[in-house]
């Protein structure tokens, strides 16, 4: 009498082993880029949404925010709380005018900041002629690669950044590169005020 031996061949268990590795090899690089997708999606969304808000803020305060996220002082988180840059009520706020408090959806844990600006770093050259065009309301996001801030620009602007080697979308437009020395930063300007 023989005895019969179940279970899988080293040939069968290697077979299985490959086909799993080839679908993990073709599928890994779409999840990524779904993720990226997302992470955009989110951020560009937010920009929408803080356009509104800050829109709201001026209409009944006749003051422009500024939003901090990452300090606990109330007077850098103007979105959700009533105070001013010296702990005073704001006249006229009606908010909060946020559900949430802002988050980085490209770095978690990342850096933002709203205010309005006429800082050359952060002026938007919304004509085109190298020159920045005054005074934004500013959205502020660290921590942004190229091939991200490329897409995010693509999406506002439609500044065709999507060719690998074009800078002409770090300056020009809504969406740009931080003037200054952080190659990371990304700057987006919601509105001239």
Same mark, same amino acid.
């Given at each position: 009498m023989q005895v019969k031996n179940s279970g899988f061949t080293l040939m069968e268990v290697i077979?299985? @082993?490959a086909v799993i590795a080839?679908?993990?090899? =073709?599928? *890994? &690089?779409q999840i990524f880029q779904a993720i990226q997708d997302a992470k =955009? *999606?989110? @951020?560009v969304q937010e920009a929408n949404d803080l356009k509104a808000a800050v829109a709201r803020y001026y209409k009944d305060t006749g003051t422009w925010p500024r939003h901090v996220p990452s300090r606990n002082e109330d007077h850098y988180n103007q979105l959700m709380r009533n105070s001013d840059s010296g702990g005073n009520a704001i006249a006229g706020w009606n908010g909060p005018y946020i559900e949430s408090q802002l988050s980085n959806p490209i770095t978690p844990g990342g850096y933002l900041d709203l205010q309005v600006t006429s800082n050359a770093n952060y002026a938007c050259d919304l004509d085109g002629d190298g020159n920045g065009d005054g005074t934004f309301i500013t959205y502020r996001i660290d921590g942004v &690669?190229?091939?991200l801030a490329q897409n995010i620009s693509q999406m506002l602007d439609k500044d065709g950044a999507n060719t690998s080697g074009d800078t002409a979308w770090q300056a020009a437009g809504r =969406?740009?590169?931080y003037?200054?020395?952080?190659?990371?930063? @990304? =700057?987006?300007c919601l509105a001239r005020v």
């Open positions: 077979g299985v @082993l080839i679908i993990a090899a =073709v599928a *890994t &690089p =955009v *999606t989110s @951020l &690669p190229d091939n =969406v740009k590169r003037g200054g020395n952080h190659a990371s930063i @990304l =700057v987006m």
